[in-house]
């Protein structure tokens, strides 16, 4: 070997020792969002990373942490995730459940190079109400973690809500529907379609359909958008991040729906990409308090029950705080029932004896030995009449809200959806409801429902449990026996009419069975939201009297002390 040859393999040996000692030495700082943040906010650390040199920050570098309270010897590991296209900017995100004093350490990781970090914070007790639960003593129903107060499950469909290109239309919307009393959107983190079922809503101008998480070469193309799942869309993940902390100031929870079978840009199913994405969505939002996981729309269109069991599994094991997830398949025979991860059924059925379907979901779950609340998500659209639908008058606003009074009365809980109609870049253009959340002040069916939520939280209906026996005439009871009696009469057709409008046996007074004892009465008329007082009640059985002249109607019935 000559010495030209060995001089030139000792100097591309210091060269490559060099590099190697220039990226280990590369410059990562660390900042931390507030010393003190309220229990049920979270506290975020950034890592700066000067000069980045990583080939995919998405793929070739981490961040992870652990958290707990100071001196305990408990943590919770929390992953990170990259904020920027270069990877210049990593973040980790941490949500306390109660005040204290903690303490993290923090671990930036690229290829052999790591640089850790540790830290102080302390949670304030801000009232917060935290995530939504299971009840575990009345697991029919929900509540909030961080109050004990039961949280009556009100939501609305807006899966394009994030399309909006502007902040302000998303508040707005948010703020409008959340003086409804809608606690609960149902929102797309991806999804895209060029299908508007009939309905007077087109792209264009302020709102796009397409909502893409990754970076793609033509986002605005449905089947060929040209994406590279590796990399994601850093500024629309930070405007579903904005969206949802808006949201969760107003204590709104959004039901992030993974995906949907509108099109077929998807990481295939179970893939690396797949799971990275998902992956990458536990890590930015779990913190914030005001999230579940929705698997897909539709989701037995595209993705398989061994894939949602699985996914489902992948997402509890991920998410440090355990939010409540779900899935929503078109055949609601399609639920992971009996599994840990699965926290609340959301079947999709649109007939219009929800009364009894959903007292056959109850009966369904607690075949399994293991209880959870029922919800219908979606069981028709406001003025909306696809071929599947039922037939003109059934999906006006007073029809879809008398459907939620028979879901409610089974003790279960339902998902409505407003009207298209007002319109998306089709005149007036002040609408778009159930495809992108946006509405104005005609669209009033969920005003309807927002007494529906009155009349409920006005008692415990929590502690109730459906009692259809203890009443006659086709009307519905939800009782605990010697307690609480809530009664609801539909609308009462036409004697000698029952063949057409469905009804069995509704003719005649309704009496009701009680325990024995004195109980308050109070009147409830279920279009206006009215309530008037009436005499007190003796058990152990009353006649009821003719109501005062409403539509249809509901009575409270309470024990006095």
Same mark, same amino acid.
């Given at each position: ?79 990170? @995730? ?28 690229? #290829? ?25 003593? @009345? ?17 609305? !469909? ?48 302020? /709102? +796009? ?7 793609? $070469? ?13 990399? /994601? ?77 699985? !996914? #489902? ?19 609601? $025979? ?11 059924? +959301?079947? %999709?059925?649109?007939?219009?004896? %929800? ?18 609340? %029922? ?7 406001? &003025? ?38 007002? #319109? ?12 992108? #959340? ?113 539509? &249809? ?9």
């Amino acid at each position: 070997m000559s010495t030209r040859t060995v001089l030139g393999s000792t100097w591309l040996l210091m060269l490559a020792l060099s590099s190697t000692l220039l990226a280990n030495s590369k410059e990562v700082t660390f900042g931390q969002s507030s010393p003190s943040v309220e229990a049920y906010d979270f506290v975020e650390v950034t890592a700066n990373v000067a000069g980045p040199d990583v080939h995919n920050p998405f793929t070739d570098a981490t961040l992870l942490g652990s958290f707990g309270k100071t001196g305990a010897t408990e943590r919770t590991n929390v992953e990170g @995730f990259c904020d920027s296209a270069d990877g210049s900017i990593f973040r980790i995100r941490f949500m306390p459940s109660k005040p204290g004093e903690y303490s993290y350490s923090i671990a930036y990781r690229q #290829g052999a190079f790591e640089k850790t970090y540790t830290g102080t914070f302390r949670a304030v007790d801000g009232h917060r109400r935290g995530p939504v639960r299971v009840d575990p003593k @009345f697991p029919w129903h929900f509540m909030w973690e961080g109050t004990g107060e039961h949280y009556f499950f009100n939501g609305t !469909t807006a899966y394009w809500l994030p399309g909006w290109r502007e902040d302000g239309t998303i508040e707005y919307s948010i703020e409008r529907l959340r003086n409804l009393k809608i606690n609960r959107l149902r929102v797309l983190l991806a999804g895209a379609t060029n299908t508007w079922w009939g309905e007077p809503v087109m792209p264009g101008g302020q /709102f +796009s359909p397409f909502l893409r998480p990754w970076i793609a $070469e033509k986002p605005e193309s449905l089947e060929s958008p040209g994406i590279d799942f590796t990399r /994601f869309n850093i500024p629309y993940w930070q405007k579903w991040e904005r969206m949802a902390r808006f949201a969760r100031e107003r204590d709104v929870i959004l039901s992030t729906i993974l995906d949907i079978s509108t099109h077929h840009a998807q990481a295939p199913a179970g893939s690396e990409d797949e799971r990275r994405y998902i992956r990458y969505a536990v890590a930015r939002l779990s913190a914030f308090s005001n999230i579940n996981y929705d698997l897909g729309d539709d989701l037995d269109s595209f993705r398989d029950e061994k894939w949602a069991h699985e !996914t #489902g599994t992948l997402i509890e094991s991920w998410d440090p705080y355990k939010h409540l997830a779900t899935s929503h398949p078109v055949h609601r $025979e399609h639920q992971d029932r009996s599994s840990d991860w699965f926290g609340f059924t +959301s079947i %999709q059925n649109w007939s219009r004896k %929800q009364h009894a379907l959903m007292l056959e979901e109850r009966a369904i779950q607690k075949k399994t030995g293991r209880i959870i609340p %029922q919800t219908n998500e979606e069981y028709g659209y406001e &003025d909306h009449y696809p071929h599947w639908a039922p037939a003109p008058p059934a999906e006006s606003s007073e029809a879809l809200r008398q459907v939620a009074w028979d879901i409610a009365m089974a003790g279960a809980y339902g998902t409505a959806a407003e009207s298209c109609r007002r #319109g998306t870049n089709i005149w007036p253009d002040t609408g778009g409801g159930w495809i992108n #959340g946006r509405g104005d002040d005609t669209m009033v069916m969920l005003k309807g429902y927002g007494h529906m939520v009155d009349f409920f939280t006005s008692f415990e209906w929590w502690k109730t449990e459906p009692h259809d026996e203890l009443v006659n005439h086709g009307a519905y009871c939800l009782a605990k026996p010697g307690e609480i009696y809530a009664v609801y009469v539909p609308i009462r057709p036409i004697c000698g009419n029952r063949e057409h409008f469905g009804y069995e046996d509704e003719c005649g007074d309704i009496t009701i069975k009680l325990e024995p004892g004195t109980y308050d009465a109070k009147w409830f008329n279920a279009v206006t939201g009215e309530t008037i007082s009436s005499p007190t009640v003796q058990g152990p059985s009353w006649t009821l009297p003719n109501p005062p002249g409403w539509m &249809d109607w509901a009575l409270l019935l309470q024990k006095r002390p």
